[in-house]
């Protein structure tokens, strides 16, 4: 939930736009931010149906970002009920519910059958520290 919590926190200065109620369709700003080096102000796309944002985060993450909880707040929607079932506890439990097996000596070990993989060794990187090929210019900083 810590994700969650932190994207609950930022709707504060974000302001909801209604672009198309029927289809779901909003647009959310985030105010100026001095202290992120003149970031903010931005304009994000959300479609509140079909949960995804103009930021990726929603659909990356399967977390409601700031701007899809100020959507779904402006909704009276639980923003939490849109986090996606793969963060639940039953989920997580189940991940685990199978009995594991105890790994044999690497002796037991069968050979496996199939394609080699071998390395390119033009990729491979040549020991010692890489040449730097940046040029030094003699401005005068230093």
């Known amino acids: 939930m810590g994700i969650y919590t932190k994207n609950a926190q930022k709707i504060l200065g974000h302001t909801l736009r209604n672009f198309n109620h029927e289809t779901g369709v909003y647009q959310v700003v985030t105010p100026y931010n001095d202290h992120r080096g003149g970031g903010g102000n931005h304009s994000h796309e959300v479609h509140a149906f ?3 944002c103009g930021c990726g985060k929603w659909q990356n993450i399967k977390i409601p970002c700031s701007h899809a909880i100020k959507v779904l707040q402006g909704l009276h929607f639980n923003a939490t009920s849109y986090i996606d ?4 506890l039953d989920n ?4 685990y519910a199978h009995q594991f097996e105890v790994i044999k000596s690497e002796s037991l070990w069968k050979d496996v059958r199939g394609p080699r993989w071998v390395p390119d060794p033009q990729l491979l990187r040549a020991k010692g ?6 040029i030094r210019n003699d401005c005068g900083f230093r």
């Open 50 to 52: 079909a949960r995804t």
């Open 85 to 88: 079932p793969c963060y639940s």
């Open 92 to 95: 997580a439990i189940q991940t």
């Open 129 to 134: 520290r890489p040449v730097k090929s940046r």
